[in-house]
């Protein structure tokens, strides 16, 4: 799958190109087929602006010599506004312009392409900041686990080629009490041992390249093959309660749970926290969108955060 | 696994390591069942030891004693920093009880163990 | 000792990069790593006999990087948190002494010996995650491999003292490096992140009654440590016991009994030992 635009992309990525240099612009034609990415050029900068705004692309490459306003400072315009941010932008340079030093932190630049370059070049690097982009914007940012878009597309990509697949969605009871006793910076570290003890399991059952997505707060998932993801889950309920008891102070930990007020401000005792994993498979290419593995599997995760103890629920009726 | 000196090793336990001549050649793999004739043929090369799975045999009592032994013959050396202190010298003196009569009635287990009729003693009656 | 020599002395102790091991345990585990099938816990034992592996592992899992520093206190729960992935990449970068002396290897022996003794009264004692309490014996003499390894010139000079005087190896180092590698055990456990408990253990064991925060921890690790030098299991830098402190005994609630009890499992287990080296 080498030399191909990243599969999480939903459609035919859109690259804008604020250039002069009717050479360069030239370039994107022999670098990609028509049906790989829709280029859209502008000769000058300001007059683009609005334009991104409104409907901004997957790429924006910023020529640094355009006529009407400095590449660089067009880039910090757009880039400044936290709605933009994620927009990843590539700045063309001549070499020797680089000898005169680039004040890298008056814009938040992503890719760097100099002139003279090849197709071949300029190809290689608008994938990789695509696939880049898309990593970082992605990843949750405790954990740096990858997120929903990834997650879905992943789902979506074994859909599509009918692959079996075991799918496990965990997310921890009575994590809130426990934030709101203890504080956000403790449950942050509970989430990071949750996520390390399902990344290892996953891959220790499934290999380096089990996919496990964080999809946010204290909600996990991860995919395995069928015959596989129970022994995972055997597993991550044993290590979480193995572990978690140390993240409570000693006299919550011996006495076995804590008080804190509930949701009405009454004070309430609450148990240790729990992981809850709910698993639903597609056999047989049973499944056609992601979004039937998703439904099935929050309508399932419901029986399994039932149980207040550490517990996980298989799709037996889909088996 | 357990290493145990010949003359307690016995038929039907099993070789955990192999048994070489002097001279590197193996003579008994590890996984070998023991037999009479081939502990015999141990004793003919000179082999002292051997190691067995498991751990048929339950710690030497002469083994234990003369370890009690040695540990009681330092404790003198090892508490020589406190000859005036009470409460060392009250622990000098639980130690040295201890091991004292550790030693001891390992040595009288040990000494029952090899008067009891068995194969391995019966040429070794003089010893008891 | 002037406090510039002092800081100067820390900070060397505190820039050690690369501790070394010794052989035997290393080949095994990394034995085991490679092999498919190995289970957490069958490592896990594993490390947990050698201190510098035990030392490393503790360290990474309680790095800020990993997001829950000062929180794991066990071998079993670092590797389940670790993963085999980055264990490998421990092992993979841990060198062998260069030099493997007798003594070095008495060391090892001797925190081994510290830590069963150790685990075995914190189980006696119903002590909750009796696991901890091996931890911390078998790095309480931690301070002096790294003594050993940053500051090389200066271990002669304490060796020498200890023969000379028959000092205490923890007086020979007071004299000789300013401080004992209880002091250096705090500022390992601060700088690695390592939880208060084990720190208070590394860093109390010849003072037990002193320890505010963690005093069973402390008390268990100075008893563990007389009943291994009773039983001369390994060497530990010098031959004798230490000061035995009444407080700790009562800290502990440990009777008359119990000590019996304990001293028979800790005979059988150092014989033991010492039958499966013999050749």
Request: net charge negative.
């Amino acid at each position: 799958m080498a030399n191909t635009f990243p599969g999480a992309f939903p459609r035919i990525p859109k690259i804008t190109v604020l250039s002069p240099d009717a050479a360069f612009v030239a370039l994107f034609s022999q670098a990609f087929a028509p049906e790989e990415a829709e280029v859209t050029v502008w000769p000058r900068g300001r007059g683009a602006l609005e334009h991104l705004f409104l409907d901004p692309p997957d790429l924006l490459v910023v020529d640094q010599a355009l006529s009407d306003i400095s590449g660089l400072e067009l880039v910090g315009m757009v880039k400044c506004e936290n709605v933009y941010r994620q927009l990843p932008v590539a700045l063309v340079l001549d070499e020797q312009e680089l000898a005169d030093g680039v004040d890298w932190s008056a814009a938040e630049v992503d890719e760097l392409l100099t002139r003279p370059l090849t197709p071949t070049m300029l190809r290689a690097r608008v994938l990789l900041t695509l696939t880049r982009a898309l990593r970082t914007f992605d990843a949750n940012p405790l954990t740096r686990l990858p997120g929903n878009t990834s997650i879905i597309s992943r789902i979506q990509e074994l859909i599509d080629r009918r692959e079996d697949f075991a799918l496990a969605y965990a997310d921890l009871d009575y994590f809130k009490s426990f934030n709101d006793k203890y504080g956000f910076s403790r449950g942050d570290e509970v989430l990071m041992m949750t996520a390390r003890i399902i990344v290892n399991t996953v891959r220790g059952v499934g290999g380096p390249t089990a996919f496990v997505g964080h999809v946010g707060g204290d909600d996990f998932i991860f995919l395995l093959p069928p015959q596989q993801v129970e022994e995972a889950c055997k597993t991550v309920v044993a290590s979480f309660d193995d572990i978690v008891p140390h993240f409570y102070d000693a006299a919550d930990r011996v006495q076995g749970f804590i008080e804190s007020t509930d949701r009405d401000g009454n004070l309430r005792s609450f148990p240790l926290m729990a992981i809850s994993l709910a698993i639903v498979f597609n056999r047989n290419g049973r499944l056609r969108h992601y979004g039937e593995a998703s439904q099935a599997v929050m309508t399932l995760k419901k029986k399994a955060k039932a149980n207040p103890r550490s517990c996980y629920v298989l799709d037996t009726e889909n088996d | 696994m357990q290493k145990i000196p010949l003359n307690l090793a016995q038929a039907g336990m099993m070789l955990a390591k192999a048994v070489s001549r002097p001279d590197g050649m193996a003579v008994a793999a590890a996984g070998t069942e023991l037999t009479d004739t081939l502990l015999e043929r141990f004793d003919a090369m000179g082999v002292t030891h051997v190691e067995v799975d498991g751990r048929p045999v339950g710690l030497d009592g002469a083994q234990t004693s003369s370890f009690c032994a040695t540990r009681l013959e330092h404790l003198p050396f090892l508490f020589r920093k406190y000859p005036n202190d009470p409460w060392m010298g009250q622990l000098h003196r639980y130690l040295a009880q201890y091991f004292r009569v550790k030693a001891a009635s390992c040595a009288v287990l040990a000494k029952t163990a090899d008067a009891a009729p068995g194969p391995e003693n019966a040429a070794t009656d003089e010893d008891a | 000792m002037t406090r510039d020599l002092r800081t100067e002395r820390k900070g060397r102790i505190l820039a050690v990069r690369d501790l070394p091991t010794l052989p035997n345990v290393l080949e095994e585990v990394t034995r085991l790593v490679e092999r498919a099938d190995s289970s957490t816990e069958e490592v896990a034992k594993l490390i947990s006999m050698d201190q510098v592996l035990s030392a490393k592992v503790l360290k990474m899992v309680n790095s800020p990087v990993y997001g829950f520093s000062g929180r794991i206190s066990t071998i079993q729960h670092a590797l389940v948190l670790l993963g085999f992935n980055v264990l490998r990449s421990i092992i993979v970068s841990t060198s062998v002494f260069e030099v493997m002396t007798e003594n070095m290897v008495g060391l090892w022996e001797h925190s081994l010996g510290c830590a069963m003794a150790c685990g075995e009264l914190a189980r006696m004692l119903d002590f909750k995650d009796a696991e901890e309490y091996a931890v911390a014996g078998l790095l309480h003499d931690l301070g002096k491999v790294v003594a050993t390894v940053q500051l090389p010139d200066l271990k002669p000079e304490i060796e020498r003292v200890v023969a000379e005087r028959d000092l205490y190896y923890l007086e020979a180092e007071r004299e000789v490096l300013g401080f004992g590698h209880d002091r250096i055990n705090a500022w390992l456990a601060d700088y690695w992140k390592l939880p208060p408990n084990i720190k208070e253990g590394l860093s109390y064991h010849h003072k037990p009654h002193l320890a505010q925060l963690y005093p069973e921890m402390a008390c268990v690790v100075h008893v563990g440590d007389f009943i291994v030098r009773v039983f001369e299991y390994g060497f530990s830098g010098d031959v004798g016991v230490p000061y035995l402190q009444p407080e700790a005994v009562k800290i502990l609630n440990l009777t008359p009994a119990q000590f019996e009890i304990l001293l028979d499992h800790m005979c059988d287990q150092y014989m033991e030992l010492v039958a499966g080296q013999s050749s």
